[in-house]
């Protein structure tokens, strides 16, 4: 089975520019989580969906958002990006959630000049 | 809240010797789940552990082993037969049945020939 797939690896943006990050799950598992991971901060965590929902939400300001597609797959949008934006975002998938281990993507180098 | 806390920010340990990662955590909660992830420099989350809250019995995955003191909210990690491909960031994490992973600031393990 193919790992859970983050796209792009790399991304340079500007002040208030708005980025999109995709993520495909590992094939059958239907819960996609977010997390951003900086020096400071850790990890901390942003959403995650279930079956096209969002089942739960962090701590994070609306310009984060995010969706699920049918077919599991969940982009992540960061809108009027921010210097403090600038961090490394991990996709993870689990199959309904719910204590389940966590597969992780390798996530997607947000860089905000 | 739910916080995890692991106080030893570096470990060193020589290749084949034993080393133990240390990890306490704060909850209310009964059902829960606790984990160890390492962070190779490739930067992919990978599991190594998985203990749920409510076995007495700790968990043990190869080399790697836990000891659970639920009482004391204390889960710790330890490596038998260190190799140097263990060197890494290790996270302990915890989480509910509600999925949101709560992790540490991580300890970084570096592995001495």
């Known amino acids: 089975k193919a790992g859970v797939t983050q796209t792009p690896r790399y991304l340079i943006k500007t002040r208030g520019q708005q980025v999109t990050l995709s993520c495909s799950p590992i094939?059958?598992?239907?819960?996609v989580s977010w997390y951003q991971q900086t020096p400071g901060q850790g990890l901390q965590f942003l959403f995650e969906?279930?079956?096209?929902?969002?089942?739960n939400k962090g701590n994070f300001p609306g310009r984060f958002s995010g969706r699920q597609f049918s077919n599991s797959r969940s982009e992540m949008n960061v809108s009027t990006l921010e210097l403090g934006d600038s961090a490394l975002y991990l996709c993870?998938?689990?199959?309904?959630?719910?204590?389940?281990?966590?597969?992780f993507g390798s996530g997607t180098q947000l860089s905000v000049l | 809240a739910q916080t995890v806390t692991q106080s030893q920010p570096e470990m060193s340990v020589q290749e084949a010797e034993t080393v133990t990662l240390s990890c306490t955590y704060d909850?209310?909660?009964?059902?829960?789940?606790l984990f160890w992830y390492k962070q190779p420099p490739s930067r992919q989350m990978i599991l190594v552990i998985r203990q749920e809250a409510y076995k007495q019995q700790n968990a043990t995955e190869n080399r790697f082993s836990v000891n659970f003191q639920k009482a004391a909210k204390s889960f710790s990690l330890k490596i038998s037969d260190s190799q140097l491909g263990d060197a890494a960031m290790y996270f302990c994490a915890y989480t509910t049945t509600g999925n949101q992973f709560y992790f540490g600031t991580g300890t970084s393990l570096t592995v001495i020939p």
């Open positions: 909850t209310s909660e009964s059902d829960y789940y």
């Open positions: 094939s059958g598992h239907r819960s």
């Open positions: 969906y279930f079956s096209e929902t969002q089942r």
């Open positions: 993870a998938s689990s199959l309904e959630g719910r204590g389940e281990k966590l597969f």
